[in-house]
């Protein structure tokens, strides 16, 4: 079975400061979270569209990375940066496959960037 896709989010951790990144991406992203987190710096983005596949949403905030600022660039070079995509899993499924095309993966890691996958368990609607 197809997993339900949810979003792609965009993390970014660093010893200094990530204000000046979070606005270096202009409309083109979705601040989710900026400021400290376990002694780190901690920016999450996700992209301002909604995306039906997760190959378009890596693409949304890959686009937005390249089209940084020079400053915003090294401040990107020093972080650790994860894209973590996000799947519903249903509660009647038992396990879950997807794949994404080979030009999304070599675009994250040329940005030097990892990938993420994580599962939410689809809410039991009695339990609700």
Request: aromatic residues 8%.
């Given at each position: 079975?197809t997993?339900?896709?949810?979003?792609?989010?965009?993390e970014?951790?660093?010893?200094?400061?990530?204000?000046?990144?979070?606005r270096?991406?202009g409309?083109?992203?979705?601040?989710?979270?900026?400021?400290l987190?376990?002694?780190r710096h901690l920016?999450?983005?996700?992209?301002?569209r909604?995306?039906?596949?997760p190959?378009?949403?890596?693409?949304a905030?890959?686009?937005a990375?390249?089209h940084?600022t020079?400053?915003?660039k090294r401040?990107?070079?020093?972080?650790?940066?994860?894209?973590?995509?996000?799947?519903e899993?249903r509660s009647?499924e038992r396990?879950?496959?997807?794949?994404l095309?080979?030009?999304?993966?070599?675009?994250v890691?040329?940005?030097g960037?990892?990938?993420?996958?994580t599962?939410?368990?689809?809410?039991?609607?009695?339990?609700?």
């Amino acid at each position: 079975m197809t997993p339900y896709f949810l979003n792609v989010d965009l993390e970014i951790v660093s010893k200094t400061s990530l204000g000046s990144l979070a606005r270096g991406h202009g409309r083109r992203v979705i601040v989710l979270h900026c400021g400290l987190f376990k002694k780190r710096h901690l920016l999450v983005l996700e992209s301002s569209r909604q995306h039906k596949k997760p190959d378009a949403a890596i693409a949304a905030l890959c686009s937005a990375v390249e089209h940084l600022t020079p400053a915003a660039k090294r401040i990107w070079q020093a972080a650790s940066k994860d894209f973590d995509v996000g799947y519903e899993l249903r509660s009647s499924e038992r396990s879950s496959r997807f794949t994404l095309r080979q030009a999304t993966l070599e675009r994250v890691a040329r940005l030097g960037a990892t990938l993420t996958v994580t599962y939410y368990r689809e809410e039991d609607a009695e339990s609700l």
